[in-house]
Every structure is written in structure tokens, then in C-alpha cells.
């Protein structure tokens, strides 16, 4: 990932987007195989060439969302078609990770939170799952962060 700048440098948001990649990658195995979150961290930094990654985000991500999962599951089941546990397992990660931002990391803004998720969701889910994870983040944004959704949502003043 670099800037195109020539320098080799990842942007700040080249390197967010490495860390969510990694993370939904270490989430997706800790939900499969039921590995501890500190030995999968352990394997990842190990095994990957994590040099242009936000490591924070990344450590954040992987042990966040499983100390919050059942906070996240709570906000993202009444946003759902169908029960959690038929989700496909990509997706579920996905959105367990957009819901912990979209809780968590305010700082980050909730269409940030949403691009960076359907981002994922095309590259690492089903043909059709970044519609289904927009729309449920979509509907959860507006719970969470409903006060910066009404902002976004009204029309510039004129002068």
C-alpha cells in the first residue's frame, strides 16, 4: 500500500484500512476456531507483514470486539432479518466490527465506519453481503449515532 507518492509511505488511511482487513481476518478466526484473541495477535504480527498497519487499531479491533460481543449482538439482532447465529460468519465479523466502532470510536465518522465495512464486505464476503451490511449499519447509525446522522442529514443553511 503506498501513497503513490513514490516514498513508500502508507497513508494514515491505507494503514487503517490494513488494520481492519487483519482484524476481520483474526476475528473471523477467533470465531471459527475459538483460539484465544492474544494468541491470534501473536500469530498475525508473526506471520504477517504488518509494517504498514495501524497496529493499534488493529489490537484495538481484535480484542474489543470480543470483550463487547454481546453489547454489539444486542445493538446489531433488532437491525437483523434473521437471527445472528444464521449469519454467514464474514458478515457477522463485519458488522460486529462496524457496531463496535459505531459505539466506540466516535471519533471515527459513522459513514467512515459504514464505507470501511461495505469495503470489507466486498472484498471478503458473499456477492450480494455489502448491500446487507450497509443496511443494517445504515439502521444502526442512526441509533448511535443519531445525532450526527440528523447533521449529515440537513440541508446546508442558505445565505
Given at each position: ?126 456477492t450480494e453481503s455489502h448491500k446487507y451490511v450497509n443496511g443494517v ?23
Amino acid at each position: 500500500m503506498s501513497t503513490g507518492k513514490g516514498n513508500g509511505k502508507a497513508s494514515m488511511s491505507e494503514m487503517r484500512r490494513s488494520a481492519r482487513q487483519f482484524s476481520l481476518q483474526a476475528l473471523y478466526q477467533w470465531l471459527l476456531a475459538g483460539t484465544s484473541v492474544a494468541e491470534i495477535e501473536v500469530q498475525f504480527r508473526t506471520d504477517n507483514d504488518m509494517s504498514r498497519t495501524d497496529l493499534a487499531l488493529f489490537r484495538e479491533l481484535l480484542h474489543g470486539v470480543p470483550a463487547r460481543v454481546s453489547e454489539l449482538d444486542s445493538h446489531l439482532a433488532p437491525k437483523l432479518d434473521r437471527a445472528l447465529a444464521e449469519l454467514d460468519p464474514i458478515e457477522k465479523c463485519i458488522l460486529r466490527m462496524g457496531a463496535y466502532e459505531l459505539s466506540q470510536r466516535l471519533e471515527v465518522p459513522y459513514r467512515v465506519v459504514i464505507n470501511e465495512c461495505v469495503e470489507l464486505a466486498k472484498v471478503f464476503g458473499a456477492t450480494e453481503s455489502h448491500k446487507y451490511v450497509n443496511g443494517v449499519l445504515d439502521k444502526l447509525a442512526k441509533e448511535l449515532r443519531s445525532a450526527e446522522v440528523l447533521q449529515r442529514s440537513r440541508p446546508a443553511p442558505k445565505f
